[in-house]
């Protein structure tokens, strides 16, 4: 417990210096009623020819199944369409989101998101609050540093051509050259990263967290990298362990269901800070 306040602290101490970037998963949105990635590609299989449970059944991994999706229907401009129509949200839902208000709330200077829905720009413009949002390297260039930036890691509805979505998309993303790559890693080097809403079991989030740990320890500054940290709804001590050694703190979210957890462990960053 004792470990668990002083990381808790820290962090906190972070936040209150604007030193503090907030990674988001999908997990933040889990209380919203969006449709489950299974549920949504299972849908996608009368498109190329397969049953829902069909098409599930070929592949356990999505990726693999948006990749057959691009090659059979030539793009994923469809696919697109069909996300931004289920991934409906109500301006009231989203007000409703003690998550989504509350992120506004601690006022990172920087938000990454994987997420390629705009709930995260909605909470912002629902609170009256000016941001960036970044989803090329034009739009860095054109940003206004005087305000929050919401960065599309991972692309955006709005722009298909940008989406990390099917297989080819994370193998291209594995080379870390991507102009948000070298930002995040730029902008990593001044400040913590707090990773909220992901499994630690993701891939994705395991080899961006190991590609950010080589790059500070191949710079010969290791000591002075920042503590990073990573919300985690339970305990595992394998899972703990292997962070740890890549300098990432575990921290363990009250038991209980994800979205309260998470929005829980938000609210106790509030109190602590002052916002």
Known sequence: QGDADTLLSGLVRAIGARRVILFVG?????GLGLPTWENFIGRLGPDVGFEPDEFLALSSDFRSLAEFYRLEQGSLDDLCSRMAGDWQVSDEALRASQAHQLIVRLDFPLVYTT???H??????????????????????????????TIVKFHGDLA??????LAETDYMR???????????LAADAFGAAVLFIGYSVSDINLRVLLYR????????GCEDARPRSYVLMTKAN?????????????????????????VAAFLERL??????
């Not at 394998?238 to 957890?261: F, K, M, N, Y």
């Open 26 to 30: 999908s997990g933040i949105s889990a």
């Open 119 to 148: 709930l995260l720009e909605r909470a912002y413009r629902l609170a009256g609050r000016s941001f960036n949002k970044l989803v090329n390297a034009k739009d860095i260039a054109c940003s206004d540093a005087s305000l929050p």
């Open 237 to 261: 001590q394998v899972q703990e362990r292997v962070l740890d050694s890549w300098g990432v703190a575990p921290l363990i979210a009250a038991d209980g269901d994800e979205t309260q957890a």
């Open 115 to 117: 997420n390629y829905d």
């Open 159 to 164: 722009d298909p051509g940008s989406m990390v």
């Open 212 to 219: 950010l740990r080589g790059i500070w320890r191949d710079s």
């Open 173 to 183: 993303r594995l080379s870390f050259e991507h102009p948000l790559d070298m930002k």
């Open 270 to 275: 509030c109190a602590r800070s002052g916002r």
